[in-house]
């Protein structure tokens, strides 16, 4: 297995998808008030989005020969009905998924395989874009 520094760096980027969809589902539950109006959505949107990263990473990997991982990262999601909390968690959630792709596109110059380079390109984008967005509705 010629990938195995990238296979583990993408079932990392696995595992942070699979965490990003249990709290963005758990999040979109349990976020009171008015701000369960707009909040609610997002984070179910953010949930779906992740599923679909998931998704992709999972046929990555083994498009790559490896082994997708089946459990999330074990960073603890923090229940809090706290919507500027909820934010937060989230902005540091993004921001970690964000590294690691930022760490998967400088390994996959090495892959030398354009399609798979293309597809995780997108993700990272969308992943800077959440951080943005996220960093925006907190200000």
Known sequence: ????????????ALGWELRAI??????????????RLQLSPMFDGEA????VHASIVRKAV?????????????HPITHTTDYAEMLQYS???????AAVYGEVMIQLEAAADQDLSDAIEQI????LRSVEELRLLME
Do not use: C, F, W
């Open 48 to 51: 779906t989005e992740s599923l």
């Open 124 to 127: 990272y984008l969308a992943e």
């Open 1 to 12: 297995m010629k990938h195995t520094t990238l296979i583990d760096t993408l079932n990392e």
């Open 22 to 35: 249990n709290m963005y589902a758990h999040y979109a539950a349990n976020v009171k008030g008015i701000h």
């Open 91 to 97: 902005l540091e959630t993004e921001t970690k998924a």
């Open 62 to 74: 083994v498009k790559l020969q490896g082994i997708p991982v089946t459990e999330r990262n074990p």
